[in-house]
């Protein structure tokens, strides 16, 4: 069975610091991988999804970078975190772009920027 | 533009039967998604409807009216466990998602 990984679960970090996030899926190959950010009150925002090794889009310019490295690995990054950076991140995964895309959620990781 | 409208909150009683609705608009339409989000947990996936008509999933149902741009969630036999978010979502022409910003559903004693 298909399952995802995501860590760290938790962190904080001050502004100007650096950010990884590391999400990782067993169990499928060539998945769509996905990278939400959910604020309070707000719906789930996309911010990057990729369909294949190294080939990442962007949805929301920001000072936030996607990078996939292997199949089945999806990292997001930062250079310098902004306080508007806080929120619960959501790695996700799909077997298909379109129709029924089901998306399977990793456990999240909440960053709080001081 | 592109919009998902959904309560923010709303109270319902163990055993009772409540229902979560849903408007949207979107460019193009290819399904609509809901999703239940217990807090501070991913969200996991409920139900897909493209085509009219409700779609009957044990306690859960959801329903879709694509010329009225309106869908719902009805929820029977309500139990503890089922307080949580509900997330709708609508898929647009580009296979995009649009997000609701979820109803909170507290259940009762």
């Known amino acids: 069975s298909q399952t995802i990984h995501q860590w760290p679960a938790t962190l904080v970090q001050p502004v100007g610091s650096p950010l990884s996030l590391e999400c990782t899926v067993e169990?499928?190959?060539?998945?769509?991988l996905y990278w939400y950010r959910q604020a309070a009150g707000r719906g789930l925002q996309l911010l990057f999804y990729?369909?294949?090794?190294?080939?990442i889009s962007s949805e929301v310019p920001q000072n936030l970078s996607a990078s996939r490295p292997q199949d089945r690995q999806f990292i997001l990054s930062s250079k310098k975190l902004l306080l508007s950076d806080s929120g619960f991140y959501l790695c996700?995964?799909?077997?298909?772009?379109?129709?029924?895309?089901?998306?399977?959620f990793g456990a999240g990781s909440r960053l709080t920027v001081l | 533009g592109q919009n998902i409208d959904q309560p923010t909150e709303m109270t319902a009683t163990e055993g009772a039967i409540v229902q979560i609705n849903c408007t949207y608009q979107?460019?193009?339409?290819?399904?609509l998604f809901w999703y239940q989000q217990h807090a501070g947990e991913a969200p996991t996936f409920l139900s897909y409807n493209v085509l009219d008509g409700l779609e009957e999933k044990g306690r859960f149902s959801s329903f879709l009216s694509r010329s009225k741009g309106y869908s719902y969630l009805l929820l029977k036999e309500l139990q503890m466990k089922d307080s949580a978010s509900y997330l709708c979502a609508a898929m647009d022409s580009n296979y995009q998602l649009i997000w609701g910003a979820g109803t909170k559903l507290i259940i009762k004693p």
């Open positions: 169990g499928t190959s060539n998945p769509n």
């Open positions: 990729s369909v294949g090794i190294g080939q």
């Open positions: 979107t460019s193009g339409f290819n399904g």
């Open positions: 996700a995964w799909s077997d298909r772009p379109t129709g029924a895309n089901v998306l399977t």
